[in-house]
């Protein structure tokens, strides 16, 4: 019920920075959890990111804590994905998704995006 489109991505050569926009459409509410993922070529989806909509809570994956800085703007109905210091590996489809509470885990997410490309490029 909750409509999901991310934006953003695009190429970047390594060290460079993209903020990637999730922007939910239809009924949504604003005590919904937002988490982003992203999936490579053969590899599983994986969290990145997750924010509580009530109090501003965050979380990361190890692997990009320190990088990558999650926020929203409840009015807009956005969250969004500051992404700093990217490396190669941090190419994938980025998506994002909403959970009834906070989670790192794929199948607490119900709704999601339909991604965006990120590329580093080295």
């Known amino acids: 019920q909750v409509q999901m489109v991310e934006s953003g991505g695009g190429l970047v050569q390594a060290g460079g920075s993209l903020r990637l926009s999730c922007d939910a459409s239809?009924?949504?509410?604003?005590?919904?959890?937002m988490g982003w993922f992203r999936q490579a070529p053969g590899k599983e989806r994986e969290f990145v990111a997750g924010?509580?909509?009530?109090?501003?809570?965050?979380y990361y994956a190890d692997s990009v804590k320190g990088r990558f800085a999650i926020s929203r703007d409840n009015a807009k109905n956005t969250v969004y994905m500051q992404m700093n210091s990217l490396k190669p590996e941090d190419t994938a489809v980025y998506y994002c998704?909403?959970?009834?509470?906070?989670?790192?885990?794929?199948?607490?997410?119900?709704?999601w995006g339909q991604g965006t490309q990120v590329t580093v490029s080295s």
């Open positions: 998704a909403t959970a009834p509470r906070i989670s790192r885990t794929i199948a607490d997410f119900g709704s």
């Open positions: 239809g009924r949504t509410f604003s005590s919904y959890a």
């Open positions: 924010i509580s909509w009530n109090a501003g809570y965050t």
